[in-house]
């Protein structure tokens, strides 16, 4: 089935660059929505960012607006989430997501990875 494994996580001070990764395998995603969540502490896992692996079209969480990039590789199966500017709420383990279906804008996902910890230190 389906497999995705989240790496690229870590520490990093208030204002800098990350940028996580997730190898996608199982299958084509050409009729998938890849997506990125995140789950800070005591708080509920939450949107942040999506693609459409054909065409490439995005949407993003208000909060991520003008900082992340969410982009995939069409070669490698990867799916990236540039991360600028980042801040101590930022903070969280981050997730990536696939479902299959056409809509940025439905967050009900079918696949999950196991995560990666992004610590963003003030």
């Known amino acids: 089935q389906v497999q995705l494994v989240e790496s690229g996580g870590g520490l990093v001070q208030a204002g800098g660059p990350l940028r996580p990764s997730c190898a996608a395998s199982?299958?084509?995603?050409?009729?998938?929505?890849m997506g990125w969540f995140r789950q800070a502490p005591g708080k509920e896992r939450a949107f942040v960012a999506a693609?459409?692996?054909?065409?490439?079209?995005?949407y993003y969480t208000d909060s991520v607006k003008g900082r992340f990039t969410i982009s995939r590789d069409n070669a490698e199966n990867t799916v990236y989430l540039q991360m600028n500017s980042l801040k101590p709420e930022d903070t969280a383990v981050y997730y990536c997501?696939?479902?299959?279906?056409?809509?940025?804008?439905?967050?009900?996902?079918?696949?999950w990875g196991q995560g990666t910890q992004v610590t963003v230190s003030s």
């Open positions: 997501a696939a479902r299959y279906g056409p809509s940025l804008y439905v967050h009900e996902y079918d696949y």
């Open positions: 199982g299958r084509t995603f050409g009729s998938y929505i």
């Open positions: 693609i459409r692996w054909s065409g490439g079209s995005t």
